[in-house]
């Protein structure tokens, strides 16, 4: 990354906006930057001090004057263990896949895991040819990714119907039991014999005996928990009556495999917007739509996953994938499959996505959701993805969010480090050493402000430093005019 910049122009934050989460019309409260250009490494130190992307626009909610406060919110995927929930929304997966029946149910509120619209300021001042002459940023080189599927799982889910409640009443003469078939076993049952059976099909197969002692133990199985990626792996049996598939797609710069399917892409995300956000026919456009083809130019990669279903794009999510984490930027599906749960079962095959990761890159092993909102309801399902860690807003250090709740239950607003001696570690120290570019020169703010005699500015500049921290105010470049 030597010789690649961050090139930002800050906007402050006092006017306040509309909320998306409690409606209230002014009382939304953020800082914001336009990213011309962005390196991987800085939009993870700033994501680590609260601050997000929409597009090339990032923000930061002012916590403590914002009406509905947003905490950044992590999720440890190493020590991942699906709730009960997330189980359920699996199994209905597999079984749409493998019998192809809908469930009756819409799905979850507010199930794109995605963060309100924010609004964007105006054009930037900042032309596209001075930025052509001064920097450009480095992008890796391979366009594209693919996800590598989990193999098939050697484990099988045969669940039989669920016997019915046995009423009171008197049965009538010559009703009961038909002694001439099996008696009625239960599920887990039938799975312990299934894996036996399919194990000794292995050792035969390897021209074991069939008398040698046998590798897996049935008294084991009790005990073990049922993995996400065992979850991921029902869903690839293929003899399933439909076949989805998730392909990455690099979309800043976007790739050859993007291009291909933007327009399919597109039209997902338009019946989205009209059916979920309840946009007219003529608002969504494509430069919405292709909100990581925008996106900063992250050293890592801006990426659409996107779900295939039976050879048509069903689904499409936008993520980061950073140095120590793939970050959730955004989620759309086709409303016909709302019932399916995308938004939580997505978030699920991310953070499965993540542990693959891992393998390659030991240092990548969180999966962030964006910002968690206990003061609205519809939003606190985000931290059902356990263990998870949200971060400190005075302090920017992580905290286990079973910390958090009981403060957060008494104020939306709340220091979660409880630690009065902690401080944040990256706070401005030298103003002087926060880097400006001013006519396409390169120079720290004390070579500028001696230049800029009798300049308003600093108030500003600093305030966008402590905002920054001193890292990555000594990194990125602040565009003055």
């Excluded at 199930?111 to 052509?132: A, F, I, Y």
């Excluded at 570019?437 to 430093?465: C, F, I, N, W």
Aim: net charge neutral; glycine share 6%; aromatic share 10%.
């Amino acid at each position: 990354m030597s010789g690649s910049y961050s090139i930002v122009e800050y906007f402050g934050g006092q006017d306040g906006y509309r909320c998306g989460y409690c409606k209230n019309e002014s009382g939304n409260f953020s800082h914001g930057m336009w990213s011309h250009t962005m390196t991987v490494q800085d939009y993870q130190d700033l994501i680590d001090r609260g601050w997000r992307r929409s597009g090339k626009y990032v923000y930061k909610p002012i916590m403590n004057k914002t009406c509905c406060p947003q905490y950044t919110i992590r999720c440890h995927v190493l020590n991942f263990q699906p709730s009960k929930t997330h189980k359920k929304i699996m199994k209905k997966m597999t079984k749409f896949l493998s019998k192809g029946e809908m469930p009756d149910d819409d799905g979850q509120p507010m199930d794109s895991h995605c963060e309100e619209s924010v609004p964007l300021r105006d054009s930037p001042n900042l032309q596209k040819s001075e930025l052509e002459a001064s920097i450009s940023s480095e992008i890796p080189k391979d366009e594209t990714e693919t996800v590598g599927e989990i193999p098939e799982s050697t484990r099988q889910e045969v669940v039989s119907p669920s016997p019915t409640k046995p009423t009171h009443s008197t049965p009538k003469p010559g009703m009961g039991a038909d002694p001439s078939r099996p008696q009625c076993r239960k599920a887990k049952d039938v799975r312990k014999e299934r894996r036996m059976q399919k194990e000794q099909m292995l050792q035969q197969e390897a021209g074991e005996s069939s008398t040698s002692k046998p590798a897996f133990r049935v008294q084991s199985v009790p005990n073990q928990l049922k993995s996400l990626d065992d979850f991921v792996a029902d869903t690839l049996h293929g003899d399933a009556l439909h076949r989805l598939e998730v392909r990455l797609v690099r979309s800043s710069p976007p790739s050859s495999q993007f291009k291909a399917s933007f327009d399919a892409s597109y039209q997902v995300y338009k019946l989205y917007q009209m059916a979920i956000h309840e946009d007219p026919p003529d608002k969504p456009s494509e430069s919405q739509a292709e909100v990581s083809s925008d996106a900063p130019d992250v050293g890592y990669g801006s990426f659409h996953q996107q779900y295939w279903l039976d050879g048509r794009i069903v689904a499409v999510g936008v993520i980061d994938i950073l140095p120590s984490c793939v970050s959730s930027v955004y989620l759309y599906y086709h409303p016909d499959f709302a019932a399916l749960s995308l938004g939580s079962y997505s978030a699920l095959r991310e953070i499965s996505f993540t542990r693959q990761l891992h393998l390659q890159s030991s240092k990548l092993c969180f999966y962030y959701l964006g910002f968690y909102i206990h003061s609205c309801p519809k939003m606190r399902y985000k931290g059902q993805y356990h263990p998870s860690d949200l971060l400190c807003p005075e302090t920017f250090t992580w905290m286990p969010i079973d910390c958090c709740l009981p403060l957060l239950d008494a104020s939306a607003y709340a220091r979660l480090n409880q630690d009065p001696k902690a401080v944040d570690a990256g706070t401005l120290k030298t103003l002087g050493q926060t880097l400006i570019l001013h006519r396409r020169t390169m120079m720290p703010y004390s070579a500028y402000s001696r230049k800029q005699k009798g300049s308003s500015d600093e108030r500003e500049v600093e305030q966008y430093a402590q905002l920054v921290g001193q890292i990555c105010a000594q990194r990125i470049l602040l565009y003055r005019a």
